[in-house]
């Protein structure tokens, strides 16, 4: 990890761990990687604000990352 910032693998590994410890229910995927990024950054909201949005990878993302959305959820 460089600049507090989690890589793509060490959150999906930990969004896995939250599947698994919380029953395997479907339907929480985005919830789980939410919660895996934030835990992994582990900064109070107004720091991952401040952020720089994620550079685009190689691949199309499904979701927005946590600091996008806490960017749009304090405009």
């Given at each position: 990890m460089?600049?507090?910032?989690?890589?793509?693998?060490?959150?999906?590994?930990?969004?896995?761990?939250?599947?698994?410890?919380?029953?395997?229910?479907?339907?929480?995927?985005?919830?789980?990687?939410?919660?895996?990024?934030?835990?992994?950054?582990?900064?109070?909201i107004?720091?991952?604000?401040?952020?720089?949005?994620?550079?685009?990878?190689?691949?199309?993302?499904?979701?927005?990352?946590?600091?996008?959305?806490?960017?749009?959820?304090?405009?």
């Amino acid at each position: 990890m460089n600049n507090n910032r989690p890589t793509h693998p060490e959150i999906a590994a930990r969004a896995r761990e939250i599947y698994l410890d919380t029953g395997c229910k479907p339907g929480h995927d985005v919830d789980n990687w939410l919660q895996a990024e934030y835990e992994l950054m582990q900064l109070p909201i107004r720091e991952l604000a401040k952020l720089p949005p994620p550079k685009p990878g190689n691949q199309k993302r499904r979701y927005k990352s946590v600091t996008e959305v806490v960017r749009l959820a304090l405009l």
